[in-house]
């Protein structure tokens, strides 16, 4: 069975990638993509990160959904690996967007502006 024949359940996936990512990080080998961004180190993912964004933005405007979905899925990608440069986990995301759920954006928006 290849990757695209997998239906992992909703949201799976991301953990699964973000394991790969953690393992990868711990092992570092030679041949792979992410021990050589988390060799730059954090500015060479940042890089990554906003060259990703700029080619979702442009893709959403200019391009069809098949590949809008490839960009998120760059953008997603590099955000996890920014995630275990910085030590945060999977879990850690997931609490804050629990903390968010259910709360107008304006009015999360707003606390966060009080606070600080």
Not at 10 to 25: L, Y
Not at 47 to 54: L, M, V
Request: charge should be neutral; hydrophobic fraction near 35%.
């Amino acid at each position: 069975m290849s990757n695209t024949d997998r239906m992992p359940r909703p949201g799976s996936i991301f953990a699964e990638v973000v394991g790969t990512v953690e393992e990868r990080k711990r092992t570092m080998p030679e041949k792979s993509y992410v021990a050589t961004l988390l060799r730059g180190g954090t500015d060479t993912i940042l890089c990554k990160i906003a060259e990703e964004t700029g080619e979702l933005v442009k893709a959403a405007r200019e391009k069809d959904k098949e590949e809008q979905i490839k960009e998120l899925c760059d953008l997603f990608f590099h955000s996890m690996v920014l995630m275990a440069d910085k030590g945060i986990a999977l879990e850690d995301v997931e609490r804050e967007l629990a903390k968010r759920f259910g709360t107008s954006g304006i009015d999360e928006k707003a606390a966060r502006k009080k606070k600080g």
